[in-house]
C-alpha cells in the first residue's frame, strides 16, 4: 500500500528557515517524480515544486523561486523542501504528491495528509 | 506561465441536479488537463485524467471533456458525498499549476 507520510511543520519565524519531509513507502520511490504543493489556510491548492526520480531537473513556482530547495534521498526514500526566508504568505498545509501516471497520462496520484507551516513572529 | 481559471468560484445545487465547472487554460494544453476533488481537512483526490480519462474507483456520474484551451467537469446527478471543491490541473508541462477552485455547496 502507497504511503507518504510528511513531518517538520510547525512555527517559523520570518527570515528563518524549515525543513520538510515526506517519507515514502509501498512503491519504487526512485522511479517517480515528487512535488510538493500547498494551500494557505481557506484557499486553494498552489503547485510548489516537483522533482525528477533521478534529481536531475527541479521545478518550482515564481512564488517560492530562490528560497525553497527541493531535494530526494532515494537510499531513505524520502523527500525534502527547504523552506529559506519564510514570509507569512508561505504559511500553508504543505502536502507531497508522487507524480504518477493513469493510462500513461501524467497525474498527482497519491497524496500525503499533509503538514501545516506557520510564518509568524 | 500556464494559467487556469475556473467558473463558478462557487455554486449551489441539489441532490440529483447535473452540475458544470469549466476550467479556462491561457495557453494551448491538448488534452493535459486533471480534476482532482478535495473535501474539508482532506488531501484531493484524483478523479479525471487527460481531460476525460475517469480514475479507477471514481463514480461514472463524474465525466469530462474539452481540449486546446477549454475544458468541463460534469457531475450528473449529484450525491451527498460530492458537495467539495474541485480543482483543475494541467499537466502539459512540469509546472503543474491549478485552477482556484471551484466549491459546490448544498441548496
Known amino acids: 500500500e502507497e504511503q507518504l507520510l510528511e513531518s517538520g511543520g510547525g512555527l517559523v519565524q520570518p527570515g528563518g528557515s524549515l525543513r520538510l519531509s515526506c517519507a515514502a513507502s509501498?512503491?519504487?520511490?526512485?522511479?517517480?517524480?515528487m512535488s510538493w504543493v500547498r494551500q494557505a489556510p481557506g484557499k486553494g491548492l498552489e503547485w510548489v515544486s516537483t522533482?525528477?526520480?533521478?534529481?536531475?531537473?527541479?521545478y518550482y513556482a515564481d512564488s517560492v523561486e530562490g528560497r525553497f530547495t527541493i531535494s530526494r534521498d532515494n537510499s531513505r526514500n524520502t523527500l525534502y523542501l527547504q523552506i529559506n526566508s519564510p514570509r507569512a504568505e508561505d504559511t500553508a498545509v504543505y502536502y507531497c504528491?508522487?507524480?504518477?501516471?493513469?493510462?500513461?497520462?501524467?497525474?498527482?496520484?497519491?497524496w500525503g495528509q499533509g503538514t501545516l507551516v506557520t510564518v509568524s513572529s | 506561465d500556464i494559467e487556469l481559471t475556473q467558473s463558478p468560484s462557487s455554486l449551489s445545487a441539489s441532490v440529483g441536479e447535473r452540475v458544470t465547472i469549466t476550467c479556462r487554460s491561457s495557453?494551448?494544453?491538448?488534452?493535459?488537463l486533471n480534476w482532482y476533488q478535495q473535501k474539508p481537512g482532506k488531501a484531493p483526490k484524483l478523479l479525471i485524467y487527460?481531460?476525460?480519462g475517469l480514475q479507477s474507483g471514481v463514480p461514472r456520474r463524474f465525466s469530462g471533456s474539452g481540449s486546446g484551451t477549454d475544458f468541463t467537469l460534469t457531475i450528473s446527478g449529484l450525491q451527498p458525498e460530492d458537495f467539495a471543491t474541485y480543482y483543475c490541473?494541467?499537466?502539459?508541462?512540469?509546472?503543474?499549476?491549478f485552477g482556484q477552485g471551484t466549491k459546490v455547496e448544498i441548496k
Open positions: 487527460a481531460s476525460r
Open positions: 522533482i525528477t526520480g533521478s534529481a536531475d531537473q527541479k
Open positions: 504528491a508522487k507524480d504518477g501516471y493513469s493510462s500513461g497520462w501524467p497525474v498527482f496520484d497519491f
Open positions: 509501498g512503491f519504487l520511490f526512485g522511479n517517480n517524480a
Open positions: 495557453q494551448t494544453i491538448s488534452t493535459y
Open positions: 490541473q494541467q499537466s502539459y508541462n512540469p509546472y503543474r499549476a
